[in-house]
């Protein structure tokens, strides 16, 4: 099931998508709530048509910071060594992390499909995209086996971790590079656990109209049951908790000379099943 948030007249409540038929079912309440509810609702409307609503990100302003992870496709963290950027790695032998490298960013740089990332002018001028598969926590918990963690998990959505690369290396941590405004596009919605095998799903990156990346999630190094058995191991996940777990090879710093965005560029990202995630730099 596709689970949208949609603002409509003062209205800003969850919906479900029924794409093919080009309409929103209203639920009368908020993504967050849903997810905690553990079953769906019924619909408190017929359904809008899509073109009569606006979609948000699926969590607008997720209750906190969204978990990230580095590094975690083979090709990826090779050609982020490389690059020179990479902080947490100045030798080859340091290129595959041993554990996963977890950061975040803040819950206020989450931005709908359709809206622009908007371009730090004077700040930084190394924009990078990164698209990424995002898992949203369903039902919470601390200490998580990963032979448990799919029941943990409510859906799926994409995510583009944008990143200022000469901010991400001269903080050495990477918050700052990786939370400006608008940094988190997240979208286009949000789909549930039961709709897609998330061990094999194709992603792709495109700029304009160049493909710059083009994966399967099958090549994680570490893969979601690990993640979640690692972050809720001393840290007790919460309903509506977003994992982004990291970018395949092709980002910009990847190309020699490095190839950044600009404003006036269009970044698309597709997951199979997930849908298209389509953003302005300006
Ligand atoms: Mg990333």
């Given at each position: 099931m596709k689970l949208a948030t949609i603002k409509h007249g003062l209205a800003t409540e969850a919906a479900m998508i029924d794409e093919e038929a080009g309409l929103a079912f209203p639920l009368g309440i908020d993504m967050t709530t849903l997810i905690m509810l553990g079953q769906m609702p019924e619909p408190t409307s017929r359904g809008l048509p899509l073109s009569s609503v606006a979609i948000l990100a699926p969590i607008p302003l997720p209750a906190r910071n969204i978990f990230c992870v580095g590094k975690n496709y083979r090709a990826h963290a090779q050609e982020f060594t490389r690059s020179g950027?990479?902080?947490?790695?100045?030798?080859e032998a340091e290129t595959i992390p041993e554990a996963p490298i977890i950061f975040t960013k803040v819950p206020q740089s989450v931005i709908a499909s359709g809206e622009p990332i908007l371009y730090p002018r004077g700040l930084s001028d190394k924009i990078d995209y990164e698209a990424e598969l995002a898992v949203v926590i369903g039902v919470g918990g601390r200490g998580i086996d990963r032979s448990d963690a799919y029941d943990h998990v409510f859906g799926y959505t994409i995510v583009n971790?944008?990143?200022?690369r000469d901010l991400q290396s001269l903080h050495k941590q990477w918050l700052i590079g990786k939370s400006l405004d608008s940094f988190c596009p997240m979208g286009p919605w949000l789909v549930t656990?039961?709709?897609?095998?998330v061990a094999n799903l194709g992603i792709r990156c495109w700029v304009n109209d160049e493909l710059r990346q083009d994966a399967n999630t099958a090549d994680l190094i570490f893969d979601i049951p690990i993640l979640i058995e690692t972050l809720s191991a001393g840290i007790t996940l919460q309903p509506g908790d977003i994992i982004a777990t990291g970018t395949p090879a092709g980002v910009g710093l990847g190309f020699d000379p490095p190839r950044f965005l600009r404003p006036g560029d269009r970044v698309t990202v597709e997951i199979d099943g997930l849908g298209r995630l389509v953003n302005d730099v300006r």
């Open positions: 950027f990479d902080s947490s790695a100045k030798s971790d944008v990143t200022a656990a039961d709709e897609v095998d």
